[in-house]
């Protein structure tokens, strides 16, 4: 059998890469695994935010089938993994770091844990502890006015916690082992805060300048009350900040693959090496930081595979989803693919090439319960070929964007593809769960929070994050009237 190493980031968008067409970052890691391997140009998370997207990439189900649609939902344990059936079939499954389980099991599927995650496992508040590690970078990762409150050069428990993941990776692949390996390298950067290393943070400080008339591109109003800054040095901050950190986990992603390459010629084996990210970051564009959106920022995705059977060089326009990649490893392998699976194996376009630009792939959006409003939204993305279908409920407000004509997605154009966009009307309702189905499961949830999150529990499966005082000076603290930018 193959042995497997899975990259995994978190919030990298699939525009901030140099193979993928972005001419200021460096990826050259990246690009050298593009061009050994197979690179998905058209691959979507279906679902924009941290742990409704990992979860469906776990189970290879639809947030609304997974009933994982929010960052305090938790998978059924019952739920057959990918993890799970590589295990099944003889493999040491290995997480090494961050895949954002929340609640008592924090493996579903992977057999062994060799190094921590870095947000809180439980639905409860952040333990004091957990306060006292993050001082002032504690809500940075909740998004909103939060997310741009710390921007510039410097250090964050993001940064401190990758260095620690990679670190543990190295470590464990310098050793042989008798069983065949799935690792999974799960980090935290780019995702915000935005701070990242005094040399890079300075090197995109001077060269992000551009593009700034993102910040005034339509917002539909699903996203009204969204947080929104359009702030020229805020947005520009902000993207060298992010551009900086991607650059970062390109190193590091050099330094795992490498690391696994000699593994391979060491042993003897046969391997793949997986990239992905879980979805993208707005970086300021419509003045929006973070996720939780349709537009390509947040819901376009990398995803790249290289290795033993793959061609090399291939670039693969059809679209492709992050849930597909549990099928694509079972099948692979030859290990059993879970039940009632939304995904599909692209072990064809893997091995051949093959290009499927009939493929239709689905993201979401909402389904939680708003605890303020006591409201449940819910939205959803269909992508095929040039065309994206967003539809919101309860909001007559449909829209179909051409990206290859309007990459940025300034237009409505259904008038033009009402075909198309009934159609993508018809395949959500096969495909996924009822309205009032996801409604009901909300409430349900909201009201089993009202107690969990007020319990108090932690677990020795957390990273730790060391002295916080010693990385973040009082300066970095910005007004709480308005964010500040911090550049030094």
């Not at 929340?102 to 921590?116: L, Y």
């Not at 699903?222 to 947005?235: L, Q, S, W």
């Not at 000699?262 to 973070?290: M, N, P, V, W």
Request: hydrophobic share 35%; net charge negative.
């Amino acid at each position: 059998m193959k042995d497997i190493c899975l990259f995994f980031s978190d919030q990298h968008s699939f525009l901030q890469q140099h193979y993928s067409g972005d001419k200021i970052l460096r990826t050259p890691n990246l690009d050298r695994i593009a061009e050994n391997g197979v690179a998905f140009m058209n691959n979507y998370t279906p679902y924009p935010l941290c742990v409704p997207a990992r979860m469906s990439l776990m189970s290879g189900q639809l947030a609304s089938k997974c009933k994982v649609m929010g960052n305090f939902s938790v998978l059924d344990s019952s739920r057959a993994t990918f993890a799970h059936s590589l295990n099944s079939v003889g493999y040491e499954t290995v997480l090494c770091g961050r895949m954002h389980f929340v609640g008592p099991d924090q493996r579903h599927g992977f057999s062994k844990r060799i190094a921590g995650d870095i947000t809180p496992l439980f639905t409860n508040r952040p333990t004091e502890a957990f306060q006292k590690e993050r001082g002032v970078h504690l809500n940075t990762p909740t998004g909103g006015a939060h997310c741009v409150s710390i921007i510039g050069a410097g250090d964050s428990p993001t940064l401190e916690f990758d260095r620690y993941v990679v670190e543990h990776a190295l470590d464990y692949l310098k050793d042989s082992y008798e069983k065949p390996q799935f690792l999974c390298v799960g980090t935290y950067a780019p995702h915000h805060p935005y701070v990242a290393p005094k040399e890079l943070y300075d090197y995109y400080y001077e060269r992000v300048t551009g593009d700034i008339e993102s910040v005034d591109f339509p917002l539909p109003s699903f996203y009204e009350g969204i947080f929104n800054d359009k702030d020229p040095e805020v947005v520009r901050a902000v993207r060298a900040a992010y551009y900086a950190m991607c650059e970062f986990t390109d190193m590091e992603v050099g330094m795992v693959y490498d690391a696994f390459q000699d593994y391979l010629k060491r042993t003897g084996h046969e391997g793949i090496f997986i990239y992905a990210s879980d979805h993208g970051d707005q970086i300021g564009s419509r003045g929006l930081y973070g996720k939780q959106t349709f537009f390509e920022e947040s819901v376009h995705t990398p995803l790249i595979f290289s290795g033993d059977g793959i061609k090399k060089g291939v670039r693969i326009k059809g679209a492709t989803s992050l849930l597909d990649l549990g099928p694509t490893l079972c099948d692979l392998v030859g290990a059993p693919i879970a039940f009632d699976c939304d995904g599909v194996s692209l072990k064809k376009q893997l091995e051949e090439g093959y290009e499927d630009k009939e493929r239709m792939v689905i993201s979401e959006l909402g389904g939680f319960m708003d605890r303020k409003n006591q409201s449940v939204s819910y939205a959803q993305m269909v992508k095929k070929g040039n065309l994206k279908y967003v539809r919101y409920h309860s909001l007559d407000e449909d829209a179909v964007y051409d990206i290859e004509k309007d990459p940025h997605e300034t237009e409505n154009v259904i008038s033009s593809h009402t075909e198309f966009a009934s159609y993508a009307r018809v395949f959500l309702d096969e495909k996924c769960e009822s309205y009032e189905r996801i409604k009901e499961n909300a409430e349900k949830e909201g009201k089993n929070l009202s107690i969990t999150m007020r319990c108090s529990f932690d677990s020795d499966e957390r990273w730790h994050a060391p002295d916080a005082a010693r990385h973040y000076p009082e300066e970095m603290v910005s007004s709480k009237k308005k964010p500040q930018c911090f550049k030094w």
